[in-house]
């Protein structure tokens, strides 16, 4: 499932630099085609520069730098994931036109078909192919819905890409993608997960930073998304104020000694599991379809606890995964020793990596 915002070149790379610009810490892979698959050369995790209440394109380019410098790479062709405040991401039904044009009319009238007028914004859509061909006696009936494609649309303020791609450029770098940060968990399961992703039913959850994203999958197709307001900030805020400790301790017992704050990280994140246990009701309502597994990623995931709370709130099996288990590994020795623990933070790059392949 490919989404970017835009792509430089016709031509499609052979290597990339993927940058998810989270909301605490930044995470960027270097990823190569090998044949009929990926390579993983490198990541990094930088600090993010959070506390900027303003956009600056001086400040991002050094950021850039920095990472890239960080990954130590020749490349210098970049995708930038971007996060859940910055783009919008919804379904719609559009005529039967090209992608091109699909653009155009969204941006002359998005309220018709996004319900909500988007004045400027630039967008990209995907078409999502139909899960199944029509019966011969359902033809007549659905003679009305086969003139509209159902369409995944992201949009984006056009003044945020325009200071994105200045950033790129003073940082000395390439754009070739701009990738809301919702479509990279689809796009890293689909690979990691085919058979899952084609026939399956599941749920996939990255806890961020700041939000988590909730998206619903039947027979590869994103039937449900959400954006819920609590990550892993919150979590970690909560158990510092209660037990009267700095942040980075808070982090540590969130991630290390869970268990020694048991009431307390439970109450904290209980919220997340009602409105994941919500969302699992209203697609199983709607698509008379059960959903028996549910894919945790994002840095919270780390923590055996958060994810038992989880499981226990909803009632169905959590199961932390991979991004890169369907990748060819030419990692540093260090890095391959820590790849087990990182991975999972690594999952939005990932899947926004692959858009640009």
Same mark, same amino acid.
């Given at each position: 499932?490919?989404?970017?915002?835009?792509?430089? =070149?016709?031509?499609?790379?052979?290597?990339?630099?993927?940058?998810?610009?989270?909301?605490?810490?930044?995470?960027?892979?270097?990823?190569?085609?090998?044949?009929?698959?990926?390579?993983?050369?490198?990541?990094?995790?930088?600090?993010? &520069?959070?506390?900027?209440?303003?956009?600056?394109?001086?400040?991002?380019? %050094?950021?850039?730098?920095?990472?890239?410098?960080?990954?130590?790479?020749?490349?210098?062709?970049?995708?930038?994931?971007?996060?859940?405040?910055?783009?919008?991401?919804?379904?719609?039904?559009? &005529?039967?036109?090209?992608?091109?044009?699909?653009? $155009?009319? *969204?941006?002359?009238?998005?309220?018709?078909?996004?319900?909500?007028?988007?004045?400027?914004?630039?967008?990209?859509?995907?078409? !999502?192919?139909?899960?199944?061909?029509?019966?011969?006696?359902?033809?007549?009936?659905?003679?009305?819905?086969?003139? /509209?494609?159902?369409?995944?649309?992201?949009?984006?303020?056009?003044?945020?890409?325009?200071?994105?791609?200045?950033?790129?450029? /003073?940082? @000395?770098?390439?754009?070739?993608?701009?990738?809301?940060?919702?479509? @990279?968990?689809?796009?890293?399961?689909? *690979?990691?997960?085919?058979?899952?992703?084609?026939?399956?039913?599941?749920?996939?959850?990255?806890?961020?930073?700041?939000?988590?994203?909730?998206?619903?999958?039947?027979?590869? %197709?994103?039937?449900?998304?959400?954006?819920?307001?609590?990550?892993?900030?919150?979590?970690?805020?909560?158990?510092?104020? =209660?037990?009267?400790?700095?942040?980075?301790?808070?982090?540590?017992?969130?991630?290390?000694?869970?268990?020694?704050?048991?009431?307390? $990280?439970?109450?904290?994140?209980?919220?997340?599991?009602?409105? $994941?246990?919500?969302?699992?009701?209203?697609?199983?309502?709607?698509?008379?379809?059960?959903?028996?597994?549910?894919?945790? =990623?994002?840095?919270?995931?780390?923590?055996?606890?958060?994810?038992?709370?989880?499981? =226990?709130?909803?009632?169905?099996?959590? /199961?932390?995964?991979? &991004?890169?288990?369907? *990748?060819?590994?030419?990692? &540093?020795?260090?890095? !391959?020793?820590?790849?087990?623990?990182?991975?999972?933070?690594?999952?939005?790059?990932?899947?926004?990596? $692959?858009?640009?392949?």
């Amino acid at each position: 499932m490919e989404l970017p915002f835009l792509n430089s =070149s016709a031509r499609k790379r052979d290597q990339v630099i993927a940058i998810d610009l989270g909301g605490r810490t930044t995470k960027a892979i270097h990823l190569q085609r090998k044949g009929d698959g990926y390579a993983l050369l490198r990541y990094a995790q930088m600090d993010a &520069p959070v506390q900027q209440k303003a956009f600056s394109a001086d400040l991002l380019a %050094e950021h850039l730098k920095s990472i890239v410098g960080t990954l130590d790479v020749k490349t210098r062709f970049v995708t930038l994931s971007i996060g859940v405040n910055d783009a919008i991401v919804r379904q719609a039904e559009m &005529p039967q036109i090209p992608l091109q044009d699909m653009r $155009l009319i *969204l941006k002359a009238n998005s309220k018709a078909y996004l319900q909500q007028d988007l004045p400027n914004h630039i967008f990209d859509c995907h078409i !999502m192919p139909l899960r199944q061909s029509p019966k011969s006696d359902d033809k007549a009936r659905l003679g009305a819905v086969s003139q /509209k494609f159902k369409v995944l649309v992201a949009g984006v303020k056009k003044q945020f890409v325009d200071d994105l791609l200045a950033a790129v450029s /003073k940082a @000395g770098l390439v754009a070739e993608g701009i990738v809301p940060g919702l479509i @990279g968990p689809l796009n890293a399961f689909e *690979l990691a997960m085919p058979v899952l992703f084609n026939k399956g039913v599941v749920a996939l959850v990255d806890v961020g930073f700041k939000n988590t994203t909730i998206c619903l999958l039947q027979d590869g %197709e994103l039937i449900l998304s959400r954006v819920v307001a609590v990550g892993g900030d919150r979590f970690t805020s909560g158990l510092a104020e =209660s037990m009267g400790i700095s942040y980075a301790e808070a982090e540590g017992i969130k991630m290390g000694m869970a268990g020694e704050v048991q009431a307390t $990280l439970e109450a904290l994140v209980t919220p997340l599991g009602r409105e $994941l246990r919500a969302s699992i009701d209203f697609f199983e309502h709607q698509q008379d379809k059960h959903i028996g597994q549910v894919f945790i =990623s994002g840095g919270s995931a780390r923590s055996e606890f958060i994810v038992k709370i989880l499981e =226990s709130e909803i009632a169905t099996a959590c /199961k932390v995964w991979s &991004p890169v288990t369907a *990748l060819q590994l030419a990692l &540093p020795s260090q890095q !391959m020793a820590e790849l087990e623990l990182v991975a999972p933070q690594l999952t939005v790059a990932v899947g926004s990596a $692959l858009a640009s392949f």
